[in-house]
C-alpha cells in the first residue's frame, strides 16, 4: 500500500464521500444531526440510504446490515441483500430510508436481564449517524443503537450516546458562565491503546482452554519468561511485522486512526495504540480492531488472544483508555496551557473530574470488572484495584498551593543534558509519568490504565461521562446567577481540592503500602467482580444515572443482573473445561508415565546389585501428587454441582469465586507440579514455552 492518504476511508462513508454524493441541502441536514444531535427526517434519510447504497454496491457490496453492540460484548450483526423483486423475475437494487434508520433483530436472543422475557423477540435497532456507516467483507455495515419494544436499551452505544448528551449539557453551561457562548458542542474524546497476544494456530489447536475460554487453565511457567527484559519494544519477528502491516491496512481503508504498534513487555505480546476520537467513534473502532486482529491473524497462521490474562505468571492485557473533552471549535479543555495557575476554567474542569472519580470510585471500578480482568488488577503489570488519580509534580504543586494558599512560583523549563554533544537538546517535561497509576493526567488528558483488553470501552466511559457530567451540574448551579464569578469559582477550586485529594496519588502503585494508605484514605478497595458489582445499583448510583437520562433503574437492574451471569457462567464454563482437560487428557497422560516408572522401579528391583533410590522417589512422588489430583478433582466436581442450587445472582457470583474459583486454583497448583516431571512426550498440551515462543 502506497497511497495511504487515498487509501485512508476508501471503505468509509464519510464526509467526502457525503459531500460528493449528496445534495447540498440533504447533506446539510446530515451534517447538522451529526454535530447537533437534531433529529433526522425521513425524508433527508431515503435521499442518504439511496447514495449509500449506490457507492456500496459500486464497491461490490451486495448485503447491508445493522452493526450494533449488544451486552454479549462483542458486536452483532443480520445480513440483507440489497436485491428486490420487479416484474419479469428480475431484481433490482433498493435500499430505503426506512431500511437504513430502522432494522429489527430478534431481541430474546441477547441478555436483557430479565428487561425481556423469551417469547417477547421484537426488539429494535436505530441507525446512529454520528458514526460513518463502512463495507466490510462486502456488507454494507450501519452502526446502530439496539433497544427493546419497549424502548430500553440493550446495547452498550445507546447509554454511551446519552452519557455523551450530558457532558455536552453541563460542559456548555460551565463555558457560558466563562463568556464561551459560541460553542455549540462538546464531546469527550479517546484513544485506547490496545495489548494483544499473537501465538501459533499450531500450539493454540493444541490447548482446549485457550479455545473454550481465551486463557490457559494449567501450565507451569517455562525457564525463561519476561525477567531479561528483553521483549519490550524489540525488533519484530517477520510474521509479526507482515501481520501488522496488514492490520494496520485494514484499519486504515476503515478510517480507524491506527498509529503506534509495538511489543510489549511478555513474550508474544504486542500493542497497538490509535489517535484519539470521538467516544462513540473510538468505541466503535475498538470494537472492529478486535474483530480484525482475530481474522488478519488467522491469515497469518497466528491466533489473536485478546484475553487478560492469557499465561499465569507473565504480564496480561490492559486497554489504555485516553480520555479528554474538546469543544466542536477544537479547544481542549484539559489543556493546562502555559500558566496552568492562573487558568481558571482549566482549573475548573480539572478539579471537577477529580471530584467525579473520588465520589464515583466504586463506579470506575465497577466499569472494568470483569472474570478476566480480576487476574489482571493488582499483578505487576497493572494498577491495582485501589482507583486512584495521578497528577504530576507539576499539577500536584498547583493544587497543593491553591488548597494551602501558598504562593506557587512555577516551573522552569529545563534543557535536557544526555552528555554527549552530538545529541540534540531539548526541554524537559515538568511532569514524569506514571505507569502504576489507575487514573494518570498525562498533559492534556487522562489515561484510565484499569480497563482489560476484552471489554469494549463503551462502559468506563459511560462512566466517565456521567460522572463528570454530574459535577458539573453541581459546579453550575452554584455559579450560576454568581455576583463575584472568579471570586467564586476560586472558592470552589479550593474547597473541591480540600475536599477530595485523598484521591490524588503520585506513587508506586505497585507498592503494598499503597494499600494500607488508602485504607488509611478511605478509599475502596474492591478486589474481585462479584464484590464490585454489589457497589452498581446503590441508591447513590441509581440517582446518578437516572438524573443524568443515562440509564433508568430498569436499565440499571438488568445490567447488574447481566454482569452477574456473565461472572458467574464464565467462571462455570472455565471449571468444565478444567474437569474434561483433566479426565480425558492429564489422568491419561499421567498414569501412562507413572506405569512405566511402576514397570522401571519392578525390574529394578529384581536387580539388587543397583541402586533404585532415584526411580522409588520419583514413583512416590508421582503417586502422592496423583492423589492429590483426585482429591482436587472431586472437590472442584462437588463445587461446580453445588452451586447451581443457588438461585440469587449476586450470592451465585460470590460462590462461584469463593468456592469454585477457589478450587480451580488448588487444583491447578497440583497439575502444573505435575507438568515439571513429566516428560514432554507423555504431557499432553504445548507448555507454555512451546505456546509463548511459538511464533519465530
Not at 44 to 61: H, I, R
Amino acid at each position: 500500500m502506497r497511497d495511504i492518504p487515498g487509501v485512508f476511508g476508501s471503505l468509509v462513508f464519510g464526509d467526502s464521500v457525503m459531500r460528493s454524493r449528496l445534495p447540498k441541502d440533504i447533506y446539510k441536514a446530515l451534517q447538522k444531526t451529526i454535530s447537533q444531535g437534531t433529529h433526522l427526517e425521513l425524508d433527508v434519510a431515503n435521499v442518504v440510504a439511496s447514495a449509500m447504497k449506490d457507492w456500496a454496491t459500486e464497491l461490490g457490496a451486495t448485503h447491508f446490515t445493522h452493526w450494533f453492540q449488544p451486552m454479549t460484548g462483542i458486536t452483532a450483526e443480520k445480513h440483507d441483500s440489497f436485491i428486490s423483486p420487479v416484474d419479469g423475475g428480475k431484481i433490482i437494487m433498493e435500499f430505503s430510508g426506512k431500511e437504513l434508520v430502522r432494522g429489527e433483530p430478534d431481541a430474546s436472543s441477547f441478555p436483557s436481564g430479565g428487561l425481556r422475557a423469551t417469547f417477547e423477540a421484537r426488539g429494535y435497532t436505530a441507525w446512529d449517524p454520528t458514526s460513518y456507516a463502512f463495507i466490510k467483507d462486502g456488507t454494507l455495515c450501519i452502526p446502530t443503537a439496539f433497544c427493546s419494544y419497549s424502548g430500553e436499551a440493550l446495547d452498550k452505544k445507546t447509554p454511551l450516546l446519552r452519557s455523551m448528551q450530558a457532558i455536552d449539557k453541563q460542559a456548555r453551561r460551565i463555558l457560558r458562565l466563562f463568556g464561551n457562548g459560541e460553542v455549540k458542542r462538546v464531546t469527550t474524546t479517546v484513544g485506547p491503546e490496545q495489548e494483544y497476544f499473537l501465538i501459533s494456530k499450531e500450539v493454540y489447536i493444541k490447548r482446549p482452554d485457550l479455545i473454550y475460554t481465551g486463557r490457559t487453565l494449567f501450565g507451569a511457567r517455562p525457564p525463561k519468561g519476561q525477567e531479561l527484559e528483553d521483549h519490550y519494544f524489540g525488533a519484530l519477528k517477520p510474521r509479526v511485522s507482515a501481520f501488522m502491516k496488514e492490520l494496520d491496512e485494514e484499519l486504515w481503508k476503515l478510517g480507524i486512526l491506527a498509529k503506534t504498534k509495538h511489543n510489549e513487555v511478555a513474550p508474544a505480546q504486542h500493542e497497538l495504540a490509535p489517535i484519539f476520537t470521538t467516544t462513540n467513534i473510538a468505541t466503535d473502532h475498538n470494537q472492529l480492531t478486535m474483530e480484525l486482529m482475530r481474522k488478519i491473524a488467522d491469515k497469518h497462521g497466528l491466533v489473536c488472544l485478546l484475553h487478560e490474562k492469557p499465561f499465569a505468571g507473565i504480564n496480561g492485557s490492559g486497554k489504555h483508555n485516553n480520555w479528554s473533552i474538546s469543544t466542536d471549535a477544537g479547544a481542549n479543555l484539559l489543556e493546562p496551557g502555559e500558566t496552568p495557575y492562573d487558568n481558571a476554567q482549566f482549573l475548573l474542569f480539572l478539579v471537577a473530574v477529580i471530584k467525579a472519580v473520588d465520589d464515583y470510585q466504586d463506579l470506575m471500578r465497577i466499569s472494568v470488572a470483569s472474570a478476566g480482568n480480576d487476574h489482571r488488577l493488582g499483578a505487576n503489570e497493572a494498577p491495582p484495584a485501589v482507583v486512584s488519580i495521578f497528577l504530576g509534580e507539576e499539577l500536584n504543586d498547583i493544587l497543593t498551593a491553591i488548597d494551602t494558599g501558598a504562593a506557587y512560583q512555577g516551573k522552569e523549563k529545563i534543557q535536557m543534558e544526555i552528555g554527549a554533544t552530538v545529541l540534540p537538546h531539548f526541554p524537559k517535561d515538568t511532569t514524569d509519568r506514571n505507569r502504576t497509576s489507575p487514573f494518570a493526567f498525562t498533559g492534556n488528558k487522562f489515561e484510565f490504565r484499569m480497563l482489560g483488553s476484552t471489554v469494549s470501552i463503551a462502559e468506563p466511559n459511560i462512566v466517565l461521562n456521567t460522572a463528570v457530567a454530574e459535577v458539573l451540574s453541581q459546579f453550575a448551579d452554584k455559579l450560576e446567577g454568581s455576583s463575584d464569578f472568579i471570586g467564586d469559582v476560586a472558592k470552589l477550586v479550593k474547597k473541591t481540592i480540600r475536599n477530595h485529594k485523598r484521591i490524588i496519588f503520585n506513587g508506586n502503585g505497585y507498592d503494598d503500602s499503597w494499600i494500607e494508605d488508602a485504607r488509611e484514605r478511605g478509599l475502596s478497595n474492591l478486589k474481585t467482580t462479584p464484590e464490585a458489582l454489589a457497589a452498581f445499583i446503590t441508591k447513590k448510583n441509581i440517582e446518578l444515572f437516572t438524573k443524568n437520562d443515562v440509564y433508568t433503574a430498569k436499565e440499571l437492574e438488568s445490567r447488574h443482573e447481566i454482569f452477574l451471569e456473565n461472572y458467574a457462567k464464565t467462571i462455570n464454563i472455565e471449571a468444565l473445561t478444567m474437569i474434561d482437560l483433566v479426565n480425558k487428557k492429564v489422568i491419561p497422560a499421567i498414569i501412562t508415565y507413572e506405569n512405566e516408572v511402576a514397570e522401571l522401579v519392578r525390574l529394578k528391583g529384581k536387580l539388587s546389585a543397583y541402586d533404585n533410590s532415584l526411580e522409588d522417589g520419583l514413583l512416590a512422588r508421582i503417586s502422592k501428587l496423583t492423589a492429590s489430583l483426585a482429591k482436587k478433582l472431586a472437590e472442584l466436581e462437588e463445587e461446580t454441582v453445588a452451586v447451581r442450587g443457588i438461585t440469587d445472582s449476586a450470592k451465585l457470583a460470590a460462590a462461584y469465586r469463593e468456592r469454585v474459583f477457589s478450587a480451580m486454583n488448588e487444583l491447578r497448583a497440583v497439575v502444573d507440579e505435575l507438568e515439571l516431571i513429566t516428560p514432554a512426550k507423555y504431557w499432553p498440551m504445548p507448555s507454555y514455552g512451546e505456546i509463548l515462543y511459538s511464533v519465530i
